[in-house]
């Protein structure tokens, strides 16, 4: 079973607003994607870890991290789905069809290594593979403008986290089956589209996205939880 992790950083964060990348600001004492990369680098699930930069990024090769010998740059593309396709590119000769990849967004450095196993355990014999996901506490609405259409059936709705883990070949097909399709928001649609039906494993809801400003509090708040 050989597992390769790969790490699309190379967004802007417009929503967060900051004078740099969103995975660049400081979190606890180092910035958010040193957190994320260390999380995925200590768990010694993978073989190595694809990141995503984009070219114009002053920032990444100031890290140490960058540096590190099982962590490869690729570069950065317009979308995620983008991203994540260039990255696995630079796996090409070292992963063999049929491993796994978990795919993880730079903007969530709350992951833990108990999350990472469970869901390799969980997927290792899976057909397809699947992706971390939580149910909903609210009660979720339909709307048609400000009108309220429908009560969803909240058993039948999840929220979508990473990592994504699909087989490698699978997925860079998919991802270039896909290409430029504003439909493919992460890895799982992408199959989905091809007619494939994804798992999802229920993942903690401390593994946040930082999104905006007050993301930053609430994942230092998590970590601190977590030590
Ligand atoms: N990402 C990427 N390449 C892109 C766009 C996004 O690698 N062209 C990465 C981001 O760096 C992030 C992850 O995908 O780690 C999730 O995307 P998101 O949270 O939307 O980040 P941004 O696109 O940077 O933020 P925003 O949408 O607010 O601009
Ligand atoms: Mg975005």
Redesign the pocket.
């Known amino acids: 079973l050989k597992c390769w992790a790969v ?10 607003q900051a004078d740099r ?3 660049y600001l400081p979190l606890a004492g180092k910035t958010v994607i040193e957190h994320t990369l260390n999380r995925l680098l200590q768990s010694g699930a993978f073989q190595a870890v694809a990141v ?1 930069i ?1 070219l114009e990024d002053p920032y990444w090769p100031e890290l140490d991290v960058s540096k590190h010998p099982n962590v490869i740059t690729a570069p ?5 789905a ?3 396709l260039s990255a696995l590119k630079s796996l090409q000769g070292q992963a063999a069809e049929d491993d796994w990849v978990l795919v993880h ?4 450095p709350c992951l833990t290594a108990s999350d990472i196993h469970l869901q390799i355990e969980t997927l290792k014999n899976d057909a397809v593979g699947g992706i971390l996901a939580l149910s909903s506490h609210d009660t979720l609405k339909h709307v048609d403008g400000d009108t309220i259409t429908a009560t969803i059936d909240r058993k039948h709705v999840w929220r979508a986290l990473t990592p994504q883990m699909f087989k490698y070949g699978m997925l860079r097909d998919a991802l270039q089956q896909t290409e430029g399709n504003p439909a493919v928001t992460d890895e799982a649609s992408a199959l989905e589209l091809l007619g494939f039906q994804p798992k999802i494993v229920e993942g903690r809801p401390d593994n946040i ?3 905006r400003p007050e993301d930053l509090a609430l994942a230092q708040f998590y970590m601190e939880q977590q030590t």
């Open positions: 790490v699309p950083a190379a967004g802007v964060g417009k929503r967060m990348p969103k995975q995503a984009s950065g593309g317009k979308e995620r983008d991203s994540v967004d730079a903007a969530r996205k930082i999104t």
